[in-house]
Every structure is written in structure tokens, then in C-alpha cells.
């Protein structure tokens, strides 16, 4: 039995799927499988019920995977121990970002802390908030950058901005005309959301309920269409397509376009969201979180407001 098999079987857990737990692993899915297999024929039990496009833990595989997550988070903290002492800002820090956050953040951030922490080597990942919460909790990343609330035992926060949210308008629509929306008024448009499982479309329908339609109507094309990126929808948006709410960082992410789109802040108050770091209570390097907290703190957009 050997780390590797463990963490091979927490991802299978965590995707319930072979071929995304083998990549999130970076090794081949026929590498993981015969790790695995090899594992429970050790073990002479079965971890995993293997069924067409779907596998599930059973009753036995459940306790052994939670065993080997606090395995895995021990064996984490033994690395971390070894590097008290040393230079905090020396080696590998492994930091994610939900997607909405790392496209517009990971090209300031990156060549700012190499200014301060040259020494310090990022390795960077973007995700949705689930699966940043279980990869850090289970010591595969060290820093996450989300959107507020985060709470979880053992992990503290640090808020870093406030970020508004604006709307993304096609540079033709009658909504240019006005230097406000109201957010009332997106319940009539072709509303371009992120797909499920996205935190920030939670967020948008959070203060705009009206801006899904599922199922309904208008004209040959359903009232609500969703893309897989912020990106994606932006070329949706400016190819007519619909109206869209991104994060201020977002609405300006490259210029080439901006001659077939318009911003628009909202009306009276300005929905908004908090951006925040997280990371485990017990890690050992806080001062590279403070170097990763100033280097974002030194290189804030204007549209963005700091929470320091």
C-alpha cells in the first residue's frame, strides 16, 4: 500500500469516475486502474462498484477511503513540518482559483509575487469551489482563491476585494442608451448564464431569480442559454446572442472585442461579490499567504474595491 494508491482512490471517490480521477491525478486511467485494483486485491476487498458510467463506493470502500484522506492530510503535514524553520517563501506553493477568479487574476498575480517571492514557484489550478474545498482540506493545494461564503472547519479566510458586477451588453442593444440598468429590467432580455455548479450564476440569480427561464420560448431560441466560461459567453454576448452579468474584472478581460460590446453598471446599488483566500489551519507557510495576500492587495484593478 503506498500514498499514491491512496490518493488514487480518494479522487476516484471524489469524481466518481475513472477516467476524470486519472486526470486530475495526471497519470494514464489504465495507470490508475491497475493501481487500484492492485490495492484491493491486497486489501482482498472491494473498494469500488464498477458499473456502465458509473462507480460507487461500497459500504467497506467508504471507510477506507475516509481513512485515507486523513492519511493523506497527515502524511501533507509531515512536508510541512519538515519546512518550519526554513525559508516560508522558498518552493513549490500550490494555489487554485474558481474560474470565474483565476483568468483575470493568475496573470497579475504570477509575475507580482515573483517580484517579492522569486523563489517561491506557483503551481496553479482553477476549479469549481467544491472541488477546491475537498482538494484543499485533503492537502493537494495549499491556497484557494473563492468567492465568499466559505466556511469549513479548519480552514481559515482572508478577504481581499469586493469585486461589483456589471452587465455585458451587445455595443447595438437599446440598453447602451441608458448610463444605468435596472436589474428589473433583465427579466425581459436573453439572459447568457454560466452553467451549473458555477458559484457566480448562483450569485446572479441570487438578486436576478427572473433571469432564468428554463424551458421557455422566445422565438427559436430558449429564453435562458448557459456557456461553460465567462469567456464563452462574452463571444455569445457579442455576437448578439444575449445580455450577461460578469464581474467587473471580467467585462474588460480582452480589448479586441470591445468595439462590439458595451458596460453597464447597475442601477442604485451594485450587486457584488466578496473575493477571498482560504487555506488550512494548520499550514505551515502563512507567510506565503501574506505574500500572495499583498502581491493581489498591490495589483488591484480600479474596478474593484480592497477588503484590507
Known amino acids: 500500500m503506498t500514498l499514491t494508491e491512496l490518493r488514487y482512490i480518494v479522487a476516484v471517490a471524489r469524481e466518481r469516475h475513472f477516467g ?67 525559508d516560508q517563501l522558498a518552493g513549490p506553493l500550490r494555489v487554485g482559483a474558481i474560474y470565474t477568479v483565476g483568468p483575470y487574476l493568475f496573470p497579475h498575480l504570477i509575475p507580482a ?5 522569486p523563489k517561491m514557484r506557483l503551481i496553479v489550478e482553477e476549479n469549481y469551489t467544491r472541488v477546491l474545498r475537498e482538494r484543499l482540506k485533503h492537502g493537494d493545494l495549499d491556497v484557494i482563491i473563492v468567492s465568499l461564503p466559505f ?21 447595438s442593444h437599446p440598453l447602451t442608451q ?18 451549473a455548479g458555477h458559484c457566480f450564476r448562483d450569485q446572479v440569480l441570487d438578486f436576478c431569480p427572473d433571469c432564468y427561464r ?26 448578439g446572442l444575449g445580455v450577461t452579468v460578469v464581474p467587473c474584472t471580467a467585462a474588460g478581460a480582452d480589448q479586441f472585442s470591445q468595439r462590439l460590446l458595451t458596460i453597464r453598471r447597475f442601477a442604485n446599488h451594485s450587486p457584488a461579490r ?3 483566500l482560504a487555506w488550512r489551519r494548520t499550514f505551515t507557510r502563512p507567510d506565503a499567504v501574506k505574500a500572495i495576500a499583498r502581491s493581489i492587495a498591490d495589483h488591484l484593478p480600479s474596478c474593484v474595491e480592497s477588503s484590507g
Open 20 to 86: 476524470k480521477a486519472a486526470e486530475s491525478c495526471f497519470v494514464s486511467q489504465p495507470t490508475l486502474s491497475v493501481a487500484i485494483k492492485k490495492l484491493e486485491e491486497e486489501l482482498e476487498v472491494v473498494i469500488f462498484e464498477r458499473g456502465r458510467g458509473e462507480v460507487t463506493l461500497t459500504p467497506m470502500g467508504e471507510q477506507i477511503v475516509s481513512q485515507a484522506q486523513r492519511v493523506l492530510e497527515e502524511a501533507s503535514r509531515i512536508g510541512q513540518l519538515a519546512q518550519q524553520g526554513q
Open 274 to 276: 466578496q473575493v477571498a
Open 214 to 239: 428554463s424551458g421557455k420560448a422566445q422565438g427559436d431560441l430558449q429564453q435562458s442559454l448557459e456557456g461553460g466560461s465567462l469567456e464563452t459567453i462574452r463571444y455569445m454576448v457579442a455576437s
Open 178 to 195: 441608458a448610463s444605468h440598468v435596472d436589474p428589473a429590467r433583465l427579466a425581459a432580455e436573453q439572459v447568457l448564464l454560466l452553467g
Open 113 to 117: 509575487l515573483a517580484d517579492v517571492a
Open 151 to 171: 466556511d469549513e472547519p479548519g480552514i481559515l479566510t482572508m478577504p481581499l476585494y469586493e469585486e461589483p458586477f456589471v452587465v455585458l451588453l451587445p455595443s
